[in-house]
């Protein structure tokens, strides 16, 4: 039984919004405590819930209040500041013609994911899209990758996962699926790309998928 089904996360992923996410967090900070904080600090968050960020980064600040704050900046500026990573769009034209069954399993809302998907015409490629309204445990847990399988009538033997954070991984791991890392991620320094959370391949570019698939398809 070969792979013919990619699940992709969105962020960071597809979709370039380290920017938007970054400055969104900024805006936050700034906001509530007056002063920004280092970039690093932010970006070791990328993957997790926000409602849980946001409890840890001020929590002396009503919950739903800092996500508010958060999301109406991070809303208003969405658009102009997301963009879809290199060779992206070849990649799923490429697995669209090789039969593949494609997914977006997202921690994001589903509001802001179409939006993305729509402004650069990716909502077609997707055969599903599990967002955080479909799901009542998320990443790391494999919750969401499971409902993606069960949507697309798959068995997790055939199917890759493709994220850029340690949550994507461990979601593909507890789900059953191999996991792919992106080398374009930020989320994760190149020390730290091998050992428990190590996935079972990287790409650094997109079309580096076609490989895996074509290796696999030879064992």
């Known amino acids: 039984m070969g792979i013919d089904t990619i699940l992709f996360d969105f962020d960071g992923t597809i979709m370039d919004t380290n920017r938007v996410i970054i400055n969104s967090w900024q805006h936050t900070f700034r906001t509530l405590t007056g ?3 280092p970039v690093a600090d932010i970006v070791a968050t990328f993957g997790e819930i926000l409602h849980d960020t946001v409890a840890r980064f ?3 600040v009503p919950v ?3 996500v508010e704050v958060y999301r109406s900046y991070h809303k208003a500026n969405f658009g102009p500041m997301i963009s879809v990573f290199p060779g992206v769009r070849e990649l799923l034209e490429a697995l669209k013609a090789r039969g593949c069954t494609l997914a977006v399993v997202t921690s994001r809302l589903p509001a802001t994911t179409a939006e993305g998907l729509d402004k650069y015409g990716l909502s077609g490629y997707f055969d599903t899209v599990v967002t955080c309204d479909d799901c009542k445990r998320f990443k790391p847990d494999p919750e969401p990758a499971l409902i993606a399988l069960e949507r697309l ?3 997790p033997e055939e199917a890759l996962m493709v994220g850029d954070t340690r949550n994507d991984i461990l979601c ?3 789900a059953g699926v191999k996991s792919v890392l992106v080398g374009w991620s930020v989320a994760v320094p190149d020390a730290e790309r091998t050992g428990a959370h190590a996935p079972d391949y990287c790409i650094e570019k997109a079309e580096d998928l076609l490989g895996i698939l074509a290796s696999l398809e030879s064992l």
């Open 172 to 174: 593909a791991r507890g």
């Open 35 to 37: 002063a920004e904080r």
């Open 64 to 66: 739903g209040e800092a």
């Open 58 to 60: 001020f929590p002396d």
């Open 153 to 155: 009538g798959k068995k």
